[in-house]
């Protein structure tokens, strides 16, 4: 059941990292709003990296944002948490791999192999919260400008980029819990007769 359990663990935090990288490329994480008066036929979206526009015959148009010090502080706040939780996804990823029960790549005792996909399960956990921070904080601050009435720029609405992110989290999350509950399953049980 713990050999299971473990497995479902690491596939959801792969589909986790999977979908934490669609996430950061992603160019939509905010999106023009079509609820303002003024109709025109171009709209525009944002991401992490990049701004772009596109017009009704289809084309699309992108720039990457110029400078990092020029971007609002939130922006760069998200890019680090991103960056850093697809960096903490991929080392949990190798290192519930190598934790796994049906793994066998030297001779480590159960114990040792407990405390590598604890370490694993957790790490997967905060690669998730990292990712919802973000992708929260940046949810936020669209609605906030959405809904200011002084706010004198575009308005812009929550894009597929954020779901995805908040899709990657909840995997990350419950991958992690899952690879943790198992090394509590496999300490619990009764040690194999001899």
Known sequence: MAVGLQVVGLVLGVLSWCLQSSCTSSKTWKVSSHAES????????????????????????????????????????????????????????????????????????????????????????????????AVSWYAARVIHDFYEPLYGGPRFELGTGLYLGWGAAGLAILGGSMLCCSCRRCSSAPPPPR
């Open 38 to 133: 003024v109709t025109t036929s171009q709209s525009q979206f944002e991401g992490l990296w990049m701004s772009c526009a596109a017009n009704s015959l289809g084309s699309i148009q992108c720039s990457r944002f110029k400078t990092v010090l020029g971007l609002p502080a939130h922006l760069q706040v998200c890019r680090a948490l991103i960056v850093l939780s697809l960096l903490l996804g991929l080392a949990s990823i190798i290192i519930s791999a190598l934790g796994l029960k049906c793994t066998n790549i030297s001779r480590m005792t159960v114990e040792v192999k407990e405390r590598i996909i604890l370490s694993g399960g957790i790490m997967f956990i905060l690669s998730g919260v990292f990712t919802l921070t």
